[in-house]
C-alpha cells in the first residue's frame, strides 16, 4: 500500500464514519477498526498502532460530550493530532532545539544506513540544500568497504560543485574522516557531511565501524536514512542503527516508489527522532523538507 493509499484509507473511514446519521460507540469503534486494517496494510508496527487506537480512545469520550459538540470533528481532531505525533515524537517540543546547521559555525552531520538505502545520494542532495541557502559544505567518503563509494560520491560532488575529501589507498574510514573533517574546518565549511559506510544487512563490524567514526569526529548530528521500501523490518533496522550511535534525524528515500507508509512510522518510533527530509527520486533537486502537519493534512486529503 503506498502511502496516499493509506492516507486515503483513513480518510474513507473518516469519512464513513461521518456519513452516520448517529455517532454512537458502535460506529466509532468500526472507524477506529478501520483505521487500524490500514495502519496495518501499510506496515505499521503493530505496537504503534495498538497504542494509538488507546490514546483516541482515551481522548475520545463520547458519553462525556455535552449536547452541541460535534463528535465527528473530535474524532477526526484526535485522529490527526494521533498520526502527527506517530510521525514526530518532537511534536509539541521546542524546534529551537534541534540541529539545524548554520552559516559561520562549522558542523559536523554525520549520515548513517545500510547500503543501497540511498546514503549516498541523500548526502549530496542534503549539502546541495544547505549549499543553496548560502552555507559552504564539505562531503567526506568514509566509506572504505563499498568499493565505487568514493568515485560516486566524488562524480555527485563535482556535479554539485561541493568540496570533496576521499582516498583511495587509505583504508582506514576513521582516519580519512578525521582528516576530511580537518581539512574543512580549515576551509571554514560551515556544514562537514561524513558519508559512512554501509552493509547489506546490520553487523556487527558495521556497529563498531560507525561508533569509532562518531566517536574520533564528535558529529552534531547523526542522520539515519533509509529506504521507504523496507516495510515491517524498518523498526528492527532503525533500533538497532540508534543503539549503536545517537541518531538525532531520519531521512525516508525513494518516496516516488511503491513506498509503503508504515516504514518512516515505525522508524521514526524506533530512533524516537523525527523525519528531516523525504528522498523522492534520483536527481539532486528532488529532495523534499519534511514538516509533519502539511503532510498529514496532504496525507488524509
Ligand atoms: P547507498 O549504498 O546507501 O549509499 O545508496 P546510493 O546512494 O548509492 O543509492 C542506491 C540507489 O538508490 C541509487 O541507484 C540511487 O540513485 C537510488 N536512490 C537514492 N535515493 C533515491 C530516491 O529518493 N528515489 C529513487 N527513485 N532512487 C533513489
Keep these: 500500500m503506498v502511502l496516499a493509499q493509506l492516507g486515503g484509507s483513513i480518510s474513507r473511514a473518516l469519512q464513513n464514519m461521518s456519513n452516520s446519521t448517529v455517532i454512537d460507540e458502535a460506529v466509532f469503534h ?4 478501520e483505521i487500524n486494517r490500514a495502519l496495518l496494510q501499510a506496515d505499521v508496527q503493530f505496537e504503534l498502532i495498538r497504542n494509538m487506537h488507546a490514546n483516541i480512545k482515551n481522548i475520545v469520550n463520547l458519553d462525556g460530550l455535552a449536547a452541541g459538540h460535534s463528535k465527528r470533528k473530535i474524532i477526526q481532531q484526535a485522529v490527526f493530532d494521533e498520526l502527527c505525533k ?5 511534536t509539541g517540543i521546542k524546534s529551537s532545539s534541534f540541529f539545524f546547521p548554520k552559516k559561520g559555525k562549522t558542523s559536523v552531520v554525520m549520515f548513517v544506513g545500510l547500503q543501497g538505502s540511498g546514503k549516498t545520494t541523500t548526502c549530496t542532495k542534503y549539502a546541495h540544500y544547505y549549499q543553496k541557502k548560502g552555507l559552504k559544505p564539505g562531503l567526506v567518503c568514509a566509506d572504505t568497504f563499498r568499493a565505487g563509494a568514493f568515485d560516486q560520491l566524488k562524480q ?8 570533496f ?9 576513521v582516519k580519512i574522516a578525521v582528516e576530511g573533517v580537518e581539512r574543512f574546518k580549515e576551509e571554514n565549511c560551515d556544514l562537514i557531511i561524513l558519508d559512512t559506510s554501509g552493509r547489506h544487512k546490520q553487523e556487527a563490524a558495521l556497529f563498531e565501524e560507525m561508533r569509532q567514526l562518531s566517536e574520533a569526529t564528535k558529529p552534531d548530528l547523526v542522520i539515519f536514512v533509509m529506504d521507504s521500501s523496507i516495510g515491517q523490518a524498518a523498526f528492527g533496522q532503525a533500533q538497532a542503527f540508534k543503539q549503536s550511535v545517537a541518531v538525532g534525524a531520519v531521512i525516508i528515500t525513494k518516496m516516488d516508489g511503491h513506498a509503503k507508509g508504515g516504514g518512516s512510522l515505525s522508524a521514526v518510533a524506533a530512533t524516537k527522532s523525527h523525519v528531516i527530509f523525504l528522498g523522492t527520486g534520483e536527481h539532486m533537486d528532488e529532495f523534499e523538507v519534511f514538516e509533519v502537519r502539511p503532510f ?4 488524509l486529503g
Design 30 to 33: 468500526d472507524c477506529l477498526n
Design 86 to 90: 506517530m510521525l514526530d515524537p518532537t
Design 156 to 163: 555527485n560532488a563535482t556535479k554539485a560543485k561541493i568540496p
Design 165 to 173: 575529501y576521499g582516498s583511495y589507498m587509505e583504508s582506514d574510514p
Design 296 to 299: 498529514v493534512r496532504r496525507l
